[in-house]
Structure formats: C-alpha cells, structure tokens
C-alpha cells in the first residue's frame, strides 16, 4: 500500500522555489492536457469545459490540446505522462478517483508518483445511480425492488471510479454482477444503452449531459445519488439533485436504518478521496516556478469569474472549484487509508471480484 505522506510537502515547495528565471520564461504557447479516459466519460467531459476557460485566463491565451488516452482504467495514460511529460509547463494531467483509487490501494500496475506532481485545480463532483426502467422500478423510492434481481454493471474495473458504488450496492444487499472492461464510464453508459447492462453509475457532468435525457425519455430511472458531504462531515443530498434521495436513504428505505460499520466507514473514506477530489490538474512539480504561479493565478482567476461560475454551475453542477496550493494538504490526507480499512478492501476484493492486490 503505498502513502503520500509528503505530498503536501512536496506540492508547497515547488510552489515557493525561489530560482529566477527569465522575464519572458510563461506557459507554453500549446498545452497538451492529458486525459486518460476515453471521449465522452465524465472526466472527458469536465476537462473539454475547463481547458478554454483556464487557456483565457493564463497569459499568453496558450492553445490546451485534450489528449485522451484510455487505458487500464486511467492506469495506462497516466503512467505515460509520468513518464513522458515535459517539465517546461506544456503537460498537465487531468485525472479522476479512477486514478487516485489503484494509487491508494498500491496497485502493481500504477508507476506514477503523486508526489512528484503538483496540483493546480480540484474540482469536487457528485453522481447518480440508475437503472433500466423495465426491472420494475419507477421512481427512487422503489429501491427495495432491486434486492433479489440479478443487476448487469458495465464497470472498468473493481478498484475504478465505480468502487464505491460497488461497495455501497454491496452493502445495501443488492446482487450486482458486474462486466469489467470497460474503457470508460462513457463505455458503460453506452452498454446500458443498448442494454446490455441494467444499473449504470455516472458523475455529475457526464449525467448532466448525457444521462439526464435518457431519464426525461423514460429510458433510465434514478435510484439515489453519492450525495455531498458539509462542514459536519454529513452526506447530504447533492444541490444538482435536490429529488434524488442520498445512498443513506435509500439504504434506511430498504433496511429501516442507516448505514454503519466497516464496510460503510470505508465506502465513506473512498467516497470522500473519489469525490471531494474526483477531478484534479496536475502539473509535474519540477516545472519552472513561474510557470507554475503562473497556472495557479489563473486558476483563481477563473474560478473567481462570476461568468464561469454560472457556466460550471450549469454544466457540471454548483459544486467549488479550489485552487492546487489550498488543497495540497487535505488531497494528500484523503489518499491515505488506515491499515485497517486497507485489509477490509483487501479482503472485499478478493471475495467478491477473486481480485488481488
């Protein structure tokens, strides 16, 4: 299991390097801005939102290229640009829980080190779980219907974005039965779709754009959402979904109470590293100084834009854009998991998915 113990410390100090560099030393005329999902995922989506708008704010107006390169569940395209960025400022990354999940859990594949990338944007997001409307279930309140069937859940992996989902649909007792393989959750959304699967998962953007018309055609019915979670460190319904009820309640609709133990502390724990942090820019920490200060300035630039705000709000959801250097700390922490959750998840994976790490 691998720690970011120094993560915070890392990303502070290459933000305060005090090395002079030319006057004319800025951001790259073209950024290529790595996405290691596939076209139309909810990172795809988020990031071809954010690249003109952070490109305006940065001096210069630098063309930012979307690169999309899938693979291994976000794995394959972010151990490329470990080892392939440039360190002049002409390579960022964008990633998802799908990368930070495989990262926590010390997955063999993973050859990237967080700690030698700095964050400089960190967008928190929600999610929506639905289902096809043929398994007799109408609205969210016929949860309890979906104990005892037999539900298909295209998925890219078991320690993917959809990790949490599992656990929670796993702990609430209802008998899922996924497909891993996927390249992207836009692939599973698209095998529900056809279906080919019968319970599906999307964040908010990608839910937004591309689900939200299959629910006003009577084609998908939402069961419950990820939720927020406030200051007091409660899950409450998501702002972007004011109708669909929390896991927690439709867990409390199925059993008659809320959600506790083990299983439930950690769905929390992967819940609040893959959401709180869900998407997240990254730079490798060894690029000049100014060219970092110089993406960070822009990114409070934008998210303090009142324009943008109203176009994230509506694109992605009212959820709070935060600079790299003012998350830097809690990041780090959110990625480290106790012993003790780490042998549960172990454990989980091996008896449900026969997967080990």
């Known amino acids: 299991m691998k720690k970011l113990k120094q993560f915070a410390v890392g990303a502070v100090a290459a933000l305060t390097l005090t090395t002079t560099f030319a006057a004319d030393q800025v951001v790259p005329d073209t950024v290529d801005f790595t996405i290691p999902f596939g076209v139309g995922g909810g990172t795809d989506v988020w990031a071809r939102f954010m690249a003109p708008n952070l490109a305006s704010f940065i001096d210069g107006n630098p063309t930012l290229v979307i690169k999309n390169q899938p693979g291994g569940g976000s794995i394959t395209g972010t151990n490329l640009f470990y080892k392939r960025a440039s360190d002049d400022g002409s390579d960022i990354i964008g990633t998802s829980a799908s ?55 295209a998925s890219q992996g078991p320690t993917q ?78 702002p972007t979904f004011p109708n669909t009820p929390t896991f927690e309640e439709a867990y409390a609709t199925v059993h008659g109470k809320q959600p506790s133990g083990m299983q439930y502390d950690v769905y929390r724990k992967f819940l609040a590293a893959g959401f709180a942090f869900q998407k997240v820019i990254f730079v490798p920490s060894d690029v000049p100084s100014a060219v970092l200060d110089e993406y960070n300035s822009a990114v409070r630039k934008m998210i303090a834009d009142p324009k943008f705000q109203q176009e994230s709000a509506e694109k992605l959801g009212p959820y709070q854009n935060a600079v790299g250097i003012d998350i830097a700390k809690y990041l780090g922490d959110a990625v480290n998991i106790s012993p003790e959750m780490y042998v549960w998840i172990k454990d989980w994976l091996k008896s449900e998915f026969n997967y080990k790490l």
Do not use: C, H
């Not at 010390?106 to 409307?133: C, H, M, N």
């Not at 754009?209 to 055609?217: F, H, P, T, W």
């Open 161 to 238: 974005l959809e990790l949490p989902i599992l656990i929670a649909l796993d702990l609430m007792g209802a008998d899922i039965k996924p497909v891993f393989g996927m390249k992207s959750r836009g692939a599973g959304r698209l095998a529900f779709e056809r279906g080919e699967a019968t319970i599906d998962f999307q964040t908010s953007s990608a839910y937004k754009n591309s689900v939200q018309s299959l629910v006003d055609d009577g084609k998908a019915i939402p069961v419950f959402s990820v939720g927020v979670m406030n200051n007091e460190g409660d899950i409450v319904r998501d």
């Open 99 to 153: 990368t930070l999940f495989p990262f926590m859990l010390g997955d063999k594949r993973v050859r990237f080190k967080l700690d030698e990338w700095s964050p400089i944007l960190a967008s928190p997001t929600g999610g929506v779980v639905y289902v096809q409307p043929d398994i007799g279930v109408s609205d969210s309140s016929d949860v309890a219907k979906l104990m005892g069937q037999e539900l298909k859940f």
